[in-house]
């Protein structure tokens, strides 16, 4: 059937289907859900800043316990987060089995000092011990990062770093750049396809 076959209304409903599915595609390719991974080796980034430097801020950290967590832990639990440029925070040693903290059900609020970040973006637990802590979620927010909550609800696995890193990596800018080229993709398609309605 040539191009001058096709109805109108044919033709309407080919582009709109079209334009449907090349958006949803490159939506797809933009909210990818990440599960918490983990991490060969972390670079843990000296925080000691110079006497007298004012590049230092305070951030808030609450880590949720998991109700399927054990009733206390004697794990040692340290925390390191950051942004895409660089900054990190490294917090040793979170745990403390005599103030109770990381308790099943439990909600554990902290405040960690460290270089002033952008918004933060990853962050990784690092658990040591046999008690199988299980912790529900991460929440950080500083001066210059809003809010963030990052979702764990797994067994982490002992004596390795273990989270999530939501930073723009290769990966994700590929991810990106698939989306747009699909599009670019369609608009040339729909185009063509419009000229060969109008002859």
């Known amino acids: 059937m040539s191009p ?5 209304p ?8 079209t334009v449907a599915s090349i958006t949803s595609g490159a939506q797809a390719s933009r909210s990818i859900v990440f599960l918490p991974q983990p991490i060969s080796s972390l670079d843990i980034i000296n925080t000691t800043l ?3 430097q004012n ?3 305070s951030f808030t950290v609450s880590i949720r316990t998991s109700c399927s967590s054990p009733t206390y832990t004697r794990d040692q639990i340290s925390l390191a987060f950051g942004d895409a440029y660089g900054n990190q925070v490294y917090a040793p040693r979170l745990d403390d089995p005599a103030s109770r903290a990381f308790e099943r059900c439990s909600k554990d609020t902290y405040t960690v ?3 002033c970040t952008y918004q933060i973006c990853y962050v990784y637990l690092y658990r040591s011990g046999y008690d199988g802590w299980v912790p529900s979620d991460v929440t950080i927010y500083g001066y210059n990062s809003k809010a963030v909550t990052f979702t ?6 002992r004596d390795i770093w273990y989270g999530h890193n939501y930073c723009r990596s290769r990966a994700v ?9 699909l ?12 000229g060969l309605f109008r002859g």
Do not use: E
């Not at 001058?4 to 109108?8: E, G, L, P, Q, T």
């Not at 044919?10 to 289907?17: Q, T």
């Not at 599009?183 to 063509?192: A, E, F, P």
């Open 173 to 181: 800018k590929s991810a990106g750049n698939l989306g747009w080229n």
């Open 113 to 115: 000092y460290g270089p």
């Open 10 to 17: 044919a033709m309407l409903f080919l582009l709109i289907i």
């Open 50 to 52: 110079p006497q007298g």
């Open 4 to 8: 001058a076959m096709i109805s109108r």
């Open 55 to 57: 590049a230092r801020c």
């Open 152 to 157: 764990y609800n797994v067994n982490i696995p």
């Open 183 to 194: 599009l670019s993709i369609g608009s040339t398609l729909l185009y063509t396809m419009a």
